[in-house]
């Protein structure tokens, strides 16, 4: 799947991402930074964004090379390349992305999707490392969803809405409202976290302390495996990689902090170095993982975020409010019309209970059909402090079952 929905894709990445204007190379410190003339302020802002964050899909990729069944459809990084050439009019940078990806803490590195245009040196298929600093963005696909894609919503956010249409069905991707990006898949039954592409409002702040402060679905729910597993093969925890990296090592970058701990408690020593010199507090520290930095610390495990949940699943609460909800529409309305009188006095209290059954209704269906109302829902302005698409289906329900009353109420009983 992964090697399909990639080849179908070839062509809208290249026409998108592979072409850069003019630029300078600027040396600051000891990294060698690409500042691209003409490149917008947005471009910039999302590139930053796509590094603070990169540990996200960092973690994700963790989990996906342990699932027997792949679950994602794509996983790639777009990277910088020098371009090595005499021609005046050449770009100094092409930026191209990486599948297949690998990180140590310091290099990417992968095979590279597409034909370069102006690295002559590469082609598609080969097999390619470069400096974290060189990272511009990254994305994975989940059921048709993206999560990431910073420059890719930087580019959608400057084109008309035919044009952004036509884009999002090159590739093929369920990509959020532009200028919105998801880092995460939500918990089943829950909202999904969106932020801004500059992750520069108390919302996007108080979302990323949640996300570095809970663990991956996948290690709440396989904790037991892994215990099971570093039980039966302990050199598991002290055998060193062909990269020169510890299990240790790897599980800290990533910020698996049940894996950590399950680790540190089994002999896992703290002060061992990878190939690069690191402790694995160093690396903790390099990849920003604050509960991963305090069991490290203490030898204790750290908190999760406060309201974090194992996922418990929606449905069966949804289906409850549906069977409710007909319920009280059957006894209390139906059999009364089909009786032949009224089923509550007063017209207003009757129209209003109505509508009300009504709107339970929605609502467990909602939560019967998972998160795509939500995801919906962020697409739509903010009106006051709620949402316009929550208001729309309250004030159109709530109308659509008051009239629905009035003409149910003339049927059955010739007046209202």
Not at 186 to 203: K, V
Not at 247 to 253: A, I, K, Q
Not at 282 to 301: D, N, Y
């Amino acid at each position: 799947m992964l090697d399909s929905l990639a080849s179908s894709t070839y062509n809208a990445i290249e026409q998108l991402h592979t072409v850069t204007d003019q630029g300078n190379i600027h040396q600051m410190t000891d990294q060698t930074l690409y500042a691209v003339e003409g490149e917008s302020e947005i471009f910039q802002e999302a590139v930053a964004s796509a590094k603070a964050t990169f540990k996200f899909f960092w973690r994700e990729l963790s989990w996906e090379r342990r699932r027997v069944v792949p679950g994602l459809d794509l996983a790639a990084v777009k990277v910088s390349f020098g371009v090595n050439t005499s021609d005046p009019l050449s770009p100094s940078v092409e930026h191209m992305w990486v599948t297949d990806v690998d990180f140590d803490g310091e290099n990417l590195s992968g095979v590279l999707m597409s034909e370069p245009h102006w690295v002559k040196s590469l082609a598609a298929g080969d097999q390619v490392s470069v400096p974290f600093v060189d990272l511009n963005d990254w994305i994975y696909v989940l059921g048709g969803r993206a999560f990431g894609g910073f420059t890719v919503d930087a580019l959608r956010s400057t084109m008309a809405p035919v044009e952004r249409d036509e884009h999002d069905a090159a590739w093929g991707i369920d990509f959020a409202e532009a200028g919105v990006i998801e880092l995460v898949p939500p918990a089943r039954g829950q909202e999904p976290l969106m932020f801004t592409r500059g992750l520069d409002t108390p919302s996007d702040r108080h979302a990323l302390a949640k996300l570095e402060r809970i663990e991956h679905p996948m290690s709440l729910n396989v904790q037991d495996m892994i215990e099971q597993g570093l039980e039966d093969d302990p050199e598991l925890i002290s055998d060193y990689d062909q990269s020169g990296r510890l299990l240790l090592h790897r599980e800290v970058l990533a910020g698996n902090h049940d894996f950590v701990y399950a680790l540190l408690r089994r002999g896992a020593d703290p002060q061992a170095t990878d190939s690069y010199g690191r402790t694995s507090f160093s690396l903790a520290q390099l990849a920003g993982w604050p509960r991963v930095i305090t069991v490290l610390e203490t030898g204790e495990p750290a908190p999760q975020f406060a309201d974090q949940s194992v996922g418990f699943p929606a449905w069966p609460i949804g289906v409850g409010l549906v069977v409710i909800a007909l319920s009280a529409l059957y006894f209390i309305y139906f059999r009364s019309w089909l009786n032949g009188y009224s089923p509550i006095n007063s017209y207003f209290l009757g129209s209003v209970g109505f509508a009300t059954c009504v709107w339970v209704v929605g609502q467990g269906l909602v939560l019967c059909t998972g998160p795509w109302y939500f995801r919906l829902r962020e697409r739509t302005p903010m009106w006051g402090n709620a949402r316009a698409l929550d208001l729309i289906c309250t004030v159109g329900g709530f109308t659509i079952a008051t009239w629905a009353y009035d003409l149910l109420t003339r049927y059955f009983l010739g007046f209202h």
